[in-house]
């Protein structure tokens, strides 16, 4: 099975990113030392595909991979976004009666676009090691998406051969991802004193335009984020490598010139696939979760976040996860404010401010007080957003999420006092104790983080924050709880076709509990 998706898409590859097919229309293997030095080509080739997978974004393939690799899955888990469209009858995904044919898209999109070019780059970068340092970062960046949402998978055995493929425990994951990132940063800090301003993968790369010290702090940033989600699995590795990824001579990122967005190039355009879901399709909506804390901060980032419900004029109000969406017609709700141009989100500044806000309550050296990153996190995404009054903002004691009416059904609504709506406030208190202290930067960072839904799925599965509300229907038939809510995706069907030796051996001996969506990953242990 992955042999031969390899095979194929390389041959879509070469002669989709290139003009020059006659050049490539041969034994990619015998491809002669002429084709890789051509202004890296050979090699370059295969970067904006990775990239493009990262967060699916690829032109070639549309929106619908996105749409059910992360907007029906993590950016409705996580409270970002709301679905007003009842998919399936209304009951899929949003109500936890999970699609297996859009999980197939999550398990094997990654495999076919970033695995399988990381191959192509492994293979051929033996005289430019920088090549694949790159491509070793950006397959972590897109892997890790992979694992945090199904747990043990295919990793260390990929393109050894054969067409089923042996799975790796979650925790051999990630001591790998660690292992490949600090020799990723180890490269390119050797490269970058050797050849100073030297950019060979200028021409392809949709991230940094080539600039190899901004990927040292993006790996040095992930470094942190990955060290994070294990901290209740590992804490004494999850600090070591927490303090090596900020300690680290070039560090993390400090200023939103530092964001890793993917971006259109001269040559490759890259549309924003949530604009066509959100405008063209109608697929979705803001998610009421996030609009509630924005309301209800009178946070000055909420019109660069939502626009205004068109069924109420001069509100914002956005759509429930779980409901029963035959009551009324709820794409009337908020829109999300994103444009087709709008650069993909991977990771900012902000968000990094705030991994270390949380490293510092925990102990960890992380250059400051958790304070200090966190009002640090704030000013960063208030500035992100070009939003005024950051100040008035991080000294309201008061400010709560606010309560959420339903117009259409009251069975929805979450009024105030309900135990599932936040009471956390914004400004900093030393005396709140670290739980309450910890909800206040998750809160934070989970505002400042949108609309990265895979992410903020991560910290409030890992962290238990900020307060999500659950979904109202649960057709999960008692294999997700309603309050402690979807832990992961189950392995889908085509895997269990195409692979089952190995899919069946994980969900039995790595996964930790029955292959559903209530079984906890190896990192979500916060009691």
């Known amino acids: 099975m992955y042999r031969h998706k390899i095979f194929v898409l390389l041959i879509i590859v070469l002669a989709g990113c290139t003009k020059n097919f006659d050049q490539y229309n041969t034994n990619p293997a015998q491809a002669t030392n002429s084709d890789l030095n051509n202004d890296f080509a050979g090699l370059g080739v295969f970067i904006p595909q990775m990239e493009q997978n990262v967060v699916v974004a690829d032109p070639q393939a549309g929106v619908a991979p996105y749409q059910t690799i992360q907007n029906l899955n993590a950016d409705i888990f996580s409270g970002y976004n709301g679905t007003p469209t009842g998919f399936s009858g209304g009951s899929s995904n949003s109500q936890y009666n999970i699609n297996g044919g859009w999980s197939n898209k999550a398990f094997e999109n ?41 747990g043990p998978i295919p990793y260390s055995q990929y393109g050894i051969g054969g067409f089923e ?23 390119f800090t050797n490269f970058v004193a050797a050849n100073p301003g030297v950019t060979p993968a200028q021409n392809y790369d949709l991230v940094y335009q080539g600039n190899y010290v901004e990927w040292i702090k993006f790996a040095n940033s992930l470094k942190l984020r990955l060290a994070m989600h294990i901290v209740y699995a590992d804490p004494v590795l999850a600090q070591s490598e927490a303090e090596s990824a900020v300690n680290n001579s070039y560090g993390v990122m400090t200023a939103n ?72 017609n709820y ?28 490293g510092a309550l925990r102990g960890w050296n992380m250059g400051g007080t958790a304070q200090y990153f966190y009002q640090l996190g704030i000013q960063t995404s208030f500035s992100q957003y070009s939003a005024s009054g950051v100040a008035g903002y991080m000294t309201n004691a008061a400010s709560t999420a606010a309560p959420y009416t339903d117009p259409y059904n009251k069975a929805n609504n979450i009024p105030a006092g309900n135990p599932n709506l936040s009471t956390i406030t914004i400004q900093w208190d030393n005396s709140g104790g670290f ?25 409030f599965r890992r962290t238990r924050y900020p307060k999500i509300w659950p979904v109202v229907e649960n057709f999960s038939n008692g294999a997700i709880n309603t309050q402690i809510q979807i832990r992961r995706l189950p392995y889908p069907p085509d895997e269990y076709n195409n692979n089952n030796k190995f899919v069946t051996q994980a969900a039995s001996t790595l996964l930790g509990g029955p292959d559903n969506g209530g079984t906890r990953l190896w990192w979500d242990q916060k009691p």
């Open 165 to 187: 493929v042996g799975y790796d425990s979650q925790q051999a994951i990630y001591n790998s991802f660690f292992s490949e990132l600090d020799s990723a940063i180890a490269t």
């Open 435 to 459: 739980e309450t202290s910890l909800e206040r930067i998750i809160t934070q960072k989970y505002i400042a983080m949108f609309p990265n839904g895979q992410e903020a799925w991560t910290e």
């Open 331 to 358: 794409r009337q709700m908020s829109g999300i404010n994103v444009q087709l141009n709008s650069p993909i989100q991977w990771m900012t500044a902000a968000e990094v401010y705030f991994l270390r806000a949380e």
């Open 110 to 150: 990654p495999y076919n676009n970033i695995m399988s070019a990381w191959l192509q780059v492994r293979t051929r970068a033996v005289n430019q090691p920088d090549f694949y340092a790159l491509a070793n970062i950006i397959k972590v960046a897109g892997m890790h998406r992979v694992t945090d949402i199904f």
């Open 257 to 328: 010139t530092d964001n890793a967005f993917l971006s259109s190039s001269s040559t490759i355009v890259v549309y924003n696939p949530l604009y066509t879901i959100n405008v063209g399709f109608g697929d979705i909506r803001m998610g009421a979760v996030l609009g509630s804390f924005l309301t209800g901060y009178s946070d000055p980032r909420t019109a660069s976040y939502m626009l205004p419900a068109p069924g109420f004029p001069g509100t914002y109000i956005g759509v429930r996860t779980g409901i029963d969406l035959s009551q009324g």
